[in-house]
């Protein structure tokens, strides 16, 4: 067992809860923006397209400090916020908000290709069996997709805890409030004589990104199986 | 029982038809790019006519003020491509659209797929994936079957091999409308026939009359002409059948089914050979008396002959240069040959 220092556990445990709550707030709205993506044809798709890519290639540090905007107690969404006790600046609730977005593209991406390698004459063969629209979504639509839908979750898993920029722009580093293992790794970094801990750290990190990256790119192929009805 | 009147506009093709289909088969017939499947996607519920009314045993299932989703038609569709749920087994796949607790034991046996029930679509081979996706069209229990060129994806060997559940599925009683450009099949299959060429109904009727009427022998192209005649097996001897028509006796190699049984023979028009003097020291088997009912010359250097002996009918094309020499008119009797053989193994059913 690795030595930590406790902070260092917190840290960890933040990460995984910040993490998991992250992908699993972003998956409904993913799978909703990648059905659109894949099978709407109205006008302004592109738009939706760029906006939903936004958050891979602007500054991590843009991204945080526009939710910051929004969010803070004067933004327009912190102000109505703030007082019901929902404020997310500064909560681990915003560190969540911060990694979902950062992760959302990577899981409407995944979602989006499994989507549409489903053919849509299977959804129109189901109408004919007497499936109603949400039968054939449930039944012949996500059963294929099931494995994208994994892989994207997975991706956005590892993306949302490697997620630093944004999140200390957004709700800083608050020892056991936000300070996710990212945010921790940069703190021990700033601290003489905190190498070991800091190794730990970052060997849990790379174990996390690799690991995800391994079992996303195991499901993704899975996809073309099952379409194959193999 | 079936009523569509609909016109459907797209680009420069206008699909404008009016048809009534009752119980039995009714095949939709003619060339590629007529608009069949576009008309059956249209009584389906799968495309939106521009206009036009399309009703189910009374009930408008598109009207002015109506348009129902597919799902709520029950209307069964078999499409050309089988379209089998791949995540499902074929059991699944056949009870998609089934009631709850529906054994598909029945079905599967009528379309021998019992061995495949718990098989995945992906391992099947294209007859099989087929009869598979007839048997879930099946299982739903529709109030009207489409099947809409279910074997267009299929060799001609393995087309003859789903012939026969075909015709198991068209004596089960439910109605079917049969989409397809293969005269072969129609004749084996169909009751009524609807004739449709470039989004129009061309002709429409019984199959019988149909098939034996020259003018539209001309519009199905001369080498797809041929009569269709109905009858019983009286004798089966040595691979050779004897089948009582409505046009005298005929003997018939290929026929399948014990004395008694019915069946459906095409004959095509260029496999009948005429003479104004009864043959003698022939080899062909079947010399009927005829007479001409009508004789009608096309574009090309053919004529086609419309022969009646008792009730039955019988077309023959013969050349123009024949027909003079002959001095063939309507009205004249005169002797058909027929070989055994001149029925093709594709033309003969039940």
Redesign the interface.
């Known amino acids: 067992m690795i030595a930590l220092p406790p902070e260092a556990w917190d840290a960890l445990a933040l990460s995984l809860r910040v993490s998991l709550v992250a992908t699993v707030a972003a998956l409904p709205p993913a799978l909703w923006v990648a059905h659109l993506l894949a099978r709407g044809r109205f006008r302004g798709r592109w738009l939706l397209d760029a906006a939903v890519h936004l958050p891979l290639v602007l500054p991590p540090v843009v991204t945080g400090y526009a939710l910051l905007l929004l969010f803070s107690r004067s933004g327009p969404l912190g102000a109505v916020l703030e007082p019901l006790g929902l404020g997310l600046a500064f909560r681990w609730t915003g560190a969540a908000l911060a990694a979902g977005i950062m992760a959302f593209p990577l899981i409407v991406r995944a979602i989006r290709l499994a989507i549409e390698a489903v053919d849509p004459k299977l959804e129109e063969a189901a109408a004919t069996l007497g499936a109603s629209r949400w039968k054939v979504w449930r039944t012949v639509t996500l059963p294929l997709i099931a494995p994208g839908l994994l892989a994207g979750a997975t991706l956005g898993f590892a993306k949302a805890f490697g997620e630093f920029g944004a999140t200390i722009t957004f709700v800083a580093s608050i020892p056991g409030e936000t300070r996710t293992l990212p945010s921790a790794i940069y703190a021990f970094l700033q601290v003489p004589g905190a190498e070991p801990a800091l190794a730990g750290l970052v060997a849990i990190a790379v174990a996390v990104a690799v690991g995800a990256v391994l079992v996303s790119n195991w499901l993704a192929p899975k996809v073309a199986a099952r379409i194959a009805g193999r | 029982m079936l009523d569509v009147d609909i016109t459907r506009r797209a680009g420069a093709f206008t699909l404008d038809v009016t048809l009534a289909a009752s119980s039995g088969v009714t095949a939709v017939f003619g060339p590629s790019g007529a608009g069949k499947t576009t008309l059956a996607r249209c009584i389906?519920g799968?495309e939106r006519p521009d206009s036009g009314r399309v009703a189910l045993g009374g009930e408008v299932m598109f009207g002015p003020d109506r348009d129902l989703?597919?799902?709520l038609r029950?209307?069964?569709?078999v499409?050309q491509?089988p379209?089998?749920?791949?995540?499902l087994d074929v059991t699944a796949n056949l009870l998609?659209?089934a009631r709850p607790g529906t054994d598909p034991g029945p079905v599967a046996e009528m379309l021998d797929i019992g061995p495949l029930l718990g098989r995945?679509?992906?391992?099947l081979s294209g007859g099989e994936a087929a009869r598979v996706a007839i048997g879930?069209?099946l299982l739903?229990s529709p109030r009207l079957l489409i099947l809409d060129e279910p074997l267009a994806s299929l060799d001609r060997r393995r087309r003859a091999a789903i012939l026969p559940y075909l015709e198991r599925l068209r004596d089960s009683g439910t109605p079917i409308l049969y989409i397809s450009h293969a005269i072969e099949e129609v004749a084996r299959l169909a009751t009524t026939l609807v004739l449709l060429q470039d989004g129009r109904v061309a002709a429409s009727g019984s199959v019988g009359d149909l098939l034996s009427d020259p003018d539209v022998a001309a519009r199905l192209g001369p080498d797809q002409a041929g009569a269709l005649i109905e009858g019983r097996i009286t004798a089966q001897e040595g691979g050779l059948a004897t089948v009582e028509t409505p046009l005298g006796q005929l003997e018939v190699a290929g026929v399948d089914g014990p004395p008694g049984g019915r069946v459906r023979v095409r004959i095509r028009a260029e496999d009948v050979i005429v003479a104004r003097m009864r043959p003698e020291g022939l080899s062909a088997r079947n010399v009927l008396p005829c007479r001409i009912a009508t004789l009608r010359a096309g574009q090309g250097p053919g004529v086609m002959l419309r022969l009646e002996a008792g009730d039955g009918r019988l077309l023959a094309r013969l050349t123009r240069r024949s027909v003079e020499e002959m001095g063939l008119a309507e009205g004249q009797t005169v002797w058909a040959v027929v070989k055994t053989s001149g029925v093709a193994r594709m033309d003969v059913g039940r």
């Open positions: 389906a799968l989703p597919p799902h029950g209307i069964g569709y499409f491509e379209r089998l749920f791949p995540h998609y659209g995945r679509p992906g391992g879930r069209a739903r």
